[in-house]
């Protein structure tokens, strides 16, 4: 009986010590899954980078779209040119002037787009964004088949006037469309991506412990850059440098960021004996996260500024639009007068 007992309290303490040390082990686990980030956390980061339908925030830079269309307006532009010099008809012929006319009627026909969005009677005629796509389509078509029909000369003052007003309405057109995509989703949900982003990640100042807890550093880093750019002073000259010189201070940032996390996971790499595959594993994700956490700084510092040139390029651009009209109804008339 007494040997009974001994046999069974040598069970017990064996079975306790190992739940001690599967406890031990799941906390040890448990602890690097927090410590360091890993695709669960990088998946959490690129779906809020996707956004949801309500919000549809997107931290993703637009800076391709807008290569590839200003690539394309050259590209139109510089076969406008070559077209004009095969010399295959003049701006006075019938070719000439029935391209004048279709490029005239295209200009026109630009102002379907505020007359959907201001008046209440058209306000129901489709979508404004579809709308928007067409008044770009007609903002490049018009002015090239303008440029083809005056061969690239100008043949008079009116003329002149005409031709050049345009070209600056359709320059401000091109310069407004590059505005008007950092700015048409709308601060809210741009505010509340970055809060989503910034939970996931772990860099709220309540969190007790954060995703980037290894290297404080980079934490405080991030911290700083956040600071000064979400809550910077307001003012033009604050504007101008976040729109132009923001995005390579950006680039610097995460460069910096990069390079004190590849030296504290290589000095934790060494002290835990981690393979090298988990080492640029772990370096890559971290790498990310700061990334699109910066992205996302970026994006919510950036949009007051865009929407104050915004309503700086309606200003500039709305004038342009009258002279171009007004000496373009002098030209018509010109040209059919004599």
């Known amino acids: 009986m007494i040997e009974d007992q001994a ?14 040390a599967t ?3 799941e906390r040890s686990e448990n602890m690097v899954m927090h410590e360091f980030p890993d695709t669960i956390l990088v998946a959490q980061v690129r779906s809020i980078s996707r956004g949801s339908k309500d919000s549809e925030p997107s931290f993703r830079s637009s800076l391709p779209v807008d290569v590839v269309v200003y690539l394309a307006i050259a590209a139109l532009i510089f076969a406008a040119w070559r077209f004009s010099q095969l010399k295959l008809f003049d701006a006075g012929d019938d070719i000439g002037y029935w391209l004048g006319v279709a490029g005239g009627v295209t200009m026109l026909l630009l102002f379907s787009y505020p007359l959907r969005k201001h008046f209440k009677f058209a306000r129901n005629w ?3 964004k579809w709308w928007f796509l067409v008044h770009m389509f007609l903002g490049v078509g018009g002015p090239i088949l303008i440029l083809i029909h005056s061969t690239f000369r100008v043949g ?3 003329a002149g006037v005409a031709l050049y007003s345009m070209l600056l309405v359709a320059a401000s057109g ?3 469309r590059f505005i008007y995509a950092r700015v048409n989703r709308g601060l809210r949900g741009e505010q509340a991506s970055l809060n989503e982003l910034r939970t996931a990640a772990g860099i709220q100042e309540e969190d007790a412990r954060s995703r980037l807890s290894f290297a404080p550093n980079v934490e405080q880093k991030l911290a700083a850059f956040e600071d000064a750019e979400v809550r910077a002073r307001s003012g033009w000259l604050t504007y101008t440098r976040q729109v132009f ?6 680039w610097l940032m995460y460069r910096e960021c990069g390079n004190e996390l590849r030296v504290v996971l290589y000095a934790l790499a060494k002290r835990e004996r981690w393979k090298r595959k988990d080492f640029k594993k772990r370096l ?9 956490y910066l992205n996302a700084v970026t994006r919510v510092a950036q949009f007051k500024a865009y929407e104050r040139f915004f309503s700086l390029w309606h200003v500039v651009h709305i004038p342009f639009v009258y002279l171009m009209f007004i000496s373009a109804v002098v030209h018509v008339f010109a040209v059919h007068i004599y």
């Open 7 to 20: 046999l069974f309290a040598a069970n017990i303490s064996v079975l306790t010590m190992a739940s001690i």
């Open 23 to 25: 406890n031990s082990n």
């Open 126 to 128: 489709g979508r404004v």
């Open 156 to 158: 008079s003052l009116n």
């Open 174 to 176: 091109v310069v407004g």
């Open 245 to 250: 010189l923001l995005p390579f201070q950006q």
């Open 284 to 292: 890559k994700y971290s790498k990310a996260l700061v990334r699109q």
